[in-house]
């Protein structure tokens, strides 16, 4: 099954580092044109000269407003990924209003305006699009010090379906991806104590973590046409943790 892109103009966000990063990249080769949205100039910079074509776009998602102007002239997009994200690990007692807000500010309302803007030129345009969440495996299980990061993914899920609910009448289908760990930098501060992987990892059926690629691959395949009845989905890239 060969998938392309050509012709075809995407915007990912958080797009200077691990997964967003890699599919902004895999976008870039499979022939789109790719906005990439990250909130530190420095990854712009290597990013574009990794992937000359890239255009950039410096912002930092969680404020509403900039948000809004750094994306006034992005033009018209057909593919959205909506990767940008954080995690803040606390114990349930300890959780904070800061951490909470900043947590639901990048990984829910972001996800929600960034959509808006894209979504409002895919309808006037009548063209229709593709948009997919990065959500977790985090928002159907529970897991320790992570009771905001659950709720986060938990509400992105809900937004998935519902923007599938109302996006589908402009032929722009809304799906998301739900892996398990991939040891990027936000991995490292959960993940790194090798007793707590090896936990982690008895519970995955194949036995390991998600490496990048997993991810990229399952996004570019609900972004493409190959995908063209799939809407409202969430896909497990878990190694069948979410099976048992
Ligand atoms: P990384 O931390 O490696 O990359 C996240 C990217 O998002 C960075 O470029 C970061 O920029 C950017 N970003 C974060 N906050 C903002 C903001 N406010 N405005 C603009 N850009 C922002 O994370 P991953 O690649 O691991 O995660 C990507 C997505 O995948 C996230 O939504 C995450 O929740 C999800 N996910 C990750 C898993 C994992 O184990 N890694 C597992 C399941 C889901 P900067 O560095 O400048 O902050």
């Not at 574009?48 to 410096?58: D, I, L, M, N």
């Not at 808006?116 to 990065?134: L, W």
Request: proline share 4%; glycine share 8%; with cysteine.
């Amino acid at each position: 099954m060969e998938i392309t892109f050509t012709g075809k103009r995407a915007l990912v966000t958080g797009a200077g580092k691990g997964i967003g990063r890699a599919t902004a990249l895999a976008l870039a080769r499979g022939g789109a044109e790719v906005t990439a949205v990250t909130r530190t100039q420095a990854d712009l910079e290597t990013l574009v000269r990794e992937c000359p074509s890239v255009k950039p776009v410096c912002v930092d998602l969680a404020d509403w407003d900039a948000t809004e102007r750094a994306l006034k002239d992005v033009g018209p997009i057909d593919l959205l990924v909506n990767n940008a994200g954080c995690a803040m690990l606390q114990p349930f007692l300890e959780i904070t209003q800061d951490s909470f807000d900043k947590s639901f500010d990048v990984n829910v309302k972001a996800a929600l305006h960034v959509t808006q803007i894209v979504a409002r030129g895919m309808k006037a345009r009548g063209s229709g699009g593709s948009i997919v969440n990065i959500s977790s495996q985090a928002s159907h299980r529970a897991f320790k010090d992570h009771a905001v990061y659950c709720a986060t993914k938990g509400a992105l899920d809900m937004l998935t379906k519902v923007m599938a609910l109302e996006l589908a009448p402009y032929q722009i289908r809304v799906n998301s991806v739900n892996p398990t760990v991939v040891m990027t930098d936000m991995a490292k501060i959960g993940w790194s104590d090798p007793a707590k992987a090896n936990t982690m990892i008895s519970r995955i059926p194949m036995g390991k973590f998600a490496e990048v690629e997993d991810v990229v691959h399952a996004i570019l395949f609900l972004l493409s046409d190959k995908s063209a009845m799939t809407n409202g989905a969430f896909l497990p890239i878990d190694g069948g943790f979410l099976a048992c």
